[in-house]
């Protein structure tokens, strides 16, 4: 059954997107991909700050240090990759696009599952496969993310991208915390579960039925391609604002990074309790998901997209000042429901706002400024914490936040009057 976003809603659409066998595979697909993905990199995480104090014998600061590198080593990739994987997105078929992606991160855990098993793990070996799970990633979110208007009706759109984000949010509940057990019982085993996530994720793609092309994105240059998909946001600046403020937000408020940090020298709960504390953002945003998916957002988007950011900033501040691990986790938990309010808004907005022919392209910048702000922020948190500390570099990241969304409700004003997620909006920022 095939969908085209453009298309109006006609009394024999389905009722739900789980009503499409397309979409259900889908759900799978993204569901076991982050079930993989978020535990195996929980792991890296921990294990290179691990080595680098066990093994190297670096101070807490030098080693927080590591993981900001670690950061950036899958954010490089990213950028210099993501307008590429844009066009692959558009000019191929982005099922196939989105298993090849998934068969290096298959690639991957398989080989820091035997390195473990070994006992061959060492700093340079973490930091070329998370460099080489960046590159998988960046090809992943537009292939994706371009899937679902495809094979869902534009009339379902909201209600399939909050379902979307219940899979994500459920697998990064899931996985850090089933990692950080499996870790518990052998440090090679989340790496293997990984791998076997990771082949249901290929079957389920390759199951989806065959998707449309779009012949005269094969006839234009890729070059040209790249060019367009950048202009297309630019000139868009409701677009523009959503993408850049999401952008700067997590880059200053993102704590994750220092994660580790907390779990084995602030809170005292080690791998196990790492696990908790990464799935806890995910605990409040699958909270949130399935609400929308009950009843989506339909009135005052803009403002409740910016009160998402702030207080996605508060509760930074929150969890930076906690010494109790419940308080953590709670403040953890409403990180992540104020996150997902903002992700749902910005994600309906591209998907309903961007022509299929270019939609990989928007997704993959859209998937840039995501991804530039964790792995960017996980650099500043590292910085950050050399100079001010954990909880100094927490704290004044969740600051950093707040200010950044009163600036964009300053800057780009449409943000701040926007009712719903109509098109119309779109056209009017032209």
């Known amino acids: 059954m ?12 389905p009722a739900s997107p ?39 014998g670096m101070p807490i600061t030098q080693a927080a240090f590591q993981l900001g590198l670690l950061g950036l080593v899958q954010f490089l990739p990213l950028f210099l990759l993501t307008p590429v994987a844009g066009v692959v997105a558009d000019r191929f078929d982005r099922r196939i696009v989105g298993a090849l992606a998934g068969g290096v991160d298959l690639l991957i855990a398989s080989t820091l599952a035997t390195a473990t098993y070994s006992g061959h793990v060492t700093l340079p070996l973490l930091y070329l496969l998370a460099a080489l799970h960046g590159s998988a990633r960046v090809f992943v979110g537009p292939a994706l993310s371009s899937i679902v ?15 979307s984000s219940i899979a994500w949010q459920i697998g990064s509940v899931a996985g850090p915390a089933a990692a950080g057990l499996l870790f518990a019982l052998h440090p090679s085993s989340p790496y293997w579960t990984s791998a076997a996530l990771l082949l249901i994720t290929l079957a389920s793609l390759l199951s989806i039925g065959k998707l449309p092309l779009h012949e005269a994105n094969r006839d234009q240059h890729p070059v040209r391609q790249i060019v367009d998909g950048f202009k297309y946001v630019w000139n868009e600046r409701f677009l523009l604002g959503c993408v850049t403020l999401d952008l700067f937000a997590v880059l200053m408020g993102g704590a994750t990074a220092l994660l580790p940090v907390f779990a084995r020298d602030i809170l005292h709960v080690g791998s196990e309790g790492l696990g908790i504390m990464r799935g806890a953002p995910a605990i409040g945003a699958a909270v949130v998901a ?4 009950w009843k989506p957002i339909t009135a005052n988007v803009g403002n409740k997209m910016l009160l998402g950011v702030a207080g996605y900033g508060l509760a930074t501040i929150g969890f930076g000042l906690s010494r109790y691990f419940p308080l953590s986790l709670l403040m953890l938990a409403l990180l992540g429901s104020a996150d ?9 907005l591209v998907q309903l706002n961007t022509p299929d022919h270019v939609r990989g392209r928007v997704s993959a910048i859209s998937g840039l400024a995501i991804s530039a702000s964790n792995e960017l922020g996980e650099m500043q948190s590292g910085v950050a914490a050399a100079l001010l500390g954990a909880t100094g570099a927490v704290v004044f990241g969740g ?11 300053w800057i780009f004003p449409e943000l701040r009057n926007a009712r719903t997620f109509a098109p119309q909006y779109r056209q009017a920022s032209e």
Do not use: C, K
Request: glycine share 4%.
């Open 290 to 293: 399935v609400f929308l998916s």
């Open 18 to 56: 789980l009503h499409i066998h397309d979409f259900r595979l889908f759900w799978l697909a993204r569901f076991s991909s982050v079930l993989a993905t978020t535990g195996m990199v929980v792991i890296i995480g921990y294990q290179l700050y691990d080595v680098a104090r066990s093994d190297y």
């Open 340 to 348: 997902m309010v903002s992700v749902y808004i910005r994600s309906s």
């Open 2 to 13: 095939r969908f085209a976003v453009t298309e109006p809603a006609t009394p024999i659409d």
């Open 399 to 409: 600051i950093g936040a707040i200010v950044v969304t009163v600036l964009w409700a």
């Open 149 to 163: 208007p495809n094979i869902v009706p534009a009339s379902l759109m909201p209600r399939a991208i909050a379902m």
